[in-house]
Nanobody, 124 residues
Framework: EVQFVESGGGLVQAGGSLRLSCAAS????????IGWFRQAPGKEREGVSCISKSDGSTFYGDSVKGRFTISSDNAKNTVYLQMNSLKPEDTAVYYC?????????????????WGQGTQVTVSS
């Protein structure tokens, strides 16, 4: 059974930083991607970033490019999302998700497994 442990959300002032973690377990397939998505109240889910386990390639949505950095610790099956220069519009519940069908940041279609989400609130 695929399981996630997400952590790192919280309340931060605009301009601050947070680092989200997503520890995945319960699978043995070695070619996968982890994506981060977010959803703010009343808004549609938005792709943020993703990383490919096989070659380490990373992808970012335009709204976070240059401010967020995704990385992974393959030995721990953990993916991190370092979020800098946070803005109030980054406020959302952030979810990590697992894809065995390629890394995509712009759509949730390949992602079959989802974490429980962690709240990020950025105050102005």
């Amino acid at each position: 059974e695929v399981q996630f442990v997400e952590s790192g959300g919280g309340l931060v002032q605009a301009g601050g930083s947070l680092r989200l973690s997503c520890a995945a377990s319960g699978f043995t397939f070695d070619d996968y991607a982890i994506g981060w998505f977010r959803q703010a109240p009343g808004k549609e889910r938005e792709g943020v970033s993703c990383i490919s386990k096989s070659d380490g390639s990373t992808f970012y949505g335009d709204s976070v490019k240059g401010r967020f950095t995704i990385s992974s610790d393959n030995a721990k099956n953990t993916v991190y999302l370092q979020m800098n220069s946070l803005k109030p519009e980054d406020t959302a519940v952030y979810y990590c998700a697992l894809s065995f069908d390629g890394p995509r940041w712009d759509t949730a279609d390949p992602y079959d497994y989802w974490g429980q989400g962690t709240q990020v609130t950025v105050s102005s």
